[in-house]
């Protein structure tokens, strides 16, 4: 069997629901923070952050992935207390109105992560990889829940100053492999990776992440990729945040097409569009 159908073999049980590798899901992105990079804060006030999520969910969310600390570059850490008050309200609010939604919580903390699983969310997504609190993992692991790896140099202070300088793919590809083996250890079976686009790399390097996203399948486990609205598509075609719209797009149709299983987007009905026009071309990556 090779290392892509390995992969496209995969299934994790998520809640109630199966999620079967051989598609494609899409992550939609609730940020309760007020200096979020793609939205100014819009959805800081809980009711907004509520409307927001079920938007996405109707538009086709399978994932809403609920974040109360920016990463944008040049970013600083807020404390946990902070943290906890903006994302478990939202949570616990989103899933009064629709139980069966499948929740993320985008956090480097254990304690949020740990509160966040108790109240229902079922997935944490790390952009630290547990470096920067291991007891995440053991968090994680004690509830089944499953965690998104990711891979980023420095930290959101200071990953842009001094990105990663050379052969970027088998630095991630190993990073990553290295970090999945460690999840592993505490007990952690349903694992998914994030390249990190954006996140302590080049304008280049990040292009050569999306042309590389087969050779991190071979890691074994389903690749995410977040591009939307991302700084290296700016620069690129010298457009605002609120311009990037179409290169986001077609950087996601890449993105699926090279390989990622899970598309971590502001905008869902674009990409939904996007798969669907995908599946119906038949092409055999999805």
């Given amino acids: 069997m090779s290392v892509n159908n390995v992969v496209d073999s995969l299934i ?16 939609g992105v609730v940020n309760v923070t007020p200096d979020s990079f793609s939205d100014g804060g819009k959805y800081y006030r809980l009711t907004d952050a509520v409307d927001k999520a079920l938007k996405l969910i109707d538009d086709g969310a399978d994932i809403i992935d609920i974040g109360g600390e920016s990463s944008r570059p040049g970013s600083e850490s807020i404390n946990e207390l902070e943290e906890i008050e903006r994302v478990i309200p939202v949570i616990e609010a989103i899933l009064k109105v629709n139980k069966n939604i499948v929740i993320s919580v985008d956090t480097t903390k254990s304690n949020v992560a740990r509160l966040a699983l ?27 829940a499953t965690v998104v790896l990711m ?12 990105p990663i300088e050379k052969d970027v793919l088998r630095v991630v590809s190993y990073y990553l492999a290295e970090r999945a083996k460690v999840a592993q250890e505490f007990g952690i079976d349903k694992i998914i990776l994030d390249p990190g686009i954006g996140f302590g790399k ?77 599946e119906l071309a038949g092409n055999n990556y999805v």
């Avoid at 994790?12 to 992550?27: L, Q, S, V």
């Avoid at 420095?154 to 990953?159: F, L």
């Avoid at 990622?260 to 502001?266: E, G, N, V």
């Fill in 12 to 27: 994790y049980k998520i809640g109630d629901k199966d999620f079967r590798f051989n598609i494609n899901y899409i992550m």
């Fill in 118 to 144: 108790d109240k229902g969310a079922l997935m944490v997504n790390d952009i630290s990889a547990g470096q920067y609190d291991e007891m995440i993992f053991e968090v994680i692991a004690s509830y089944t």
């Fill in 202 to 278: 080049t304008v280049n390097q990040n292009f050569e992440l999306l042309r590389g996203l087969t050779k991190l399948n071979e890691i074994g486990y389903p690749v995410l990729v977040g591009v939307s609205k991302k700084s290296f598509l700016g620069k690129t075609f010298n457009l605002e945040i609120n311009e990037r719209e179409i290169p986001t797009l077609i950087s996601e149709v890449i993105s699926i097409i090279n390989g990622a299983k899970i598309i971590r987007t502001h905008n869902v009905k674009n990409v939904l569009y996007a798969k669907k026009l995908i």
């Fill in 151 to 162: 891979h980023m140099k420095g930290n959101p202070s200071t990953m842009q100053i001094n």
